[in-house]
């Protein structure tokens, strides 16, 4: 593309000037190298728009590298896979009894509810029965559940890797969606 601009002789700085204004408006995307007994590459494109708060948590954690070998440690078929306990999620300090009570050291969220519906593929805010709880945690939708439209946070939609995710290892539906030797986000970063 940029060797046609430039060969039809468009000016170099009108070049650059659109260069720079499709990187200046380009949204963030979150991408998930998933580990474990499956693997592959979720991609999720943030919205800020919807949840700023929530959203700029998610890239604080990234960058920190803080969601790097935290395991998938609540998967409901049919349902969600949740994840992004950074303190007892760990996979090298990973402690069953603990996981999915934890956060970060930052400041519990408040809620940045929208009218946005939590179909397949949208990502939203974990948190405990406090609409302000939440922290770090966060679920990933494998089909609709509108029972939870406008009491948690979207921050995030998937726009690839829907496949891999199917393939995330379930939990036990009588242990609330527990998973036993869970699969884990190998590497969390952002992309634009």
């Not at 509810?113 to 922290?135: E, I, L």
Request: proline fraction near 5%.
């Amino acid at each position: 593309m940029h060797r046609y601009l430039i060969s039809k002789k468009i000016p170099l700085k009108i070049f650059f000037c659109i260069l720079f204004f499709k990187c200046a408006f380009a949204e963030d995307n979150l991408v998930i190298e998933v580990g474990g007994e499956s693997s592959g590459k979720i991609e999720i494109t943030l919205l800020p728009n919807l949840a700023p708060l929530h959203v700029e948590r998610i890239k604080t954690l990234a960058n920190l590298g803080a969601y790097d070998g935290v395991v998938f440690h609540r998967v409901i078929e049919g349902f969600m896979a949740q994840t992004g306990d950074v303190k007892f999620g760990k996979t090298q300090a990973f402690n069953p009894e603990l996981v999915g009570r934890g956060g970060s050291s930052l400041p519990d969220l408040p809620s940045e509810f929208s009218d946005v519906a939590f179909v397949g593929g949208t990502v939203g805010m974990a948190r405990s029965n406090n609409p302000d709880s939440a922290n770090s945690q966060f679920f990933i939708m494998f089909q609709p559940a509108p029972h939870l439209d406008n009491k948690y946070t979207v921050f995030g939609k998937v726009s690839s890797g829907m496949d891999v995710l199917s393939k995330i290892k379930k939990g036990d539906l009588k242990r609330n969606g527990a998973v036993d030797k869970p699969d884990f986000m190998k590497k969390v970063y952002l992309e634009k």
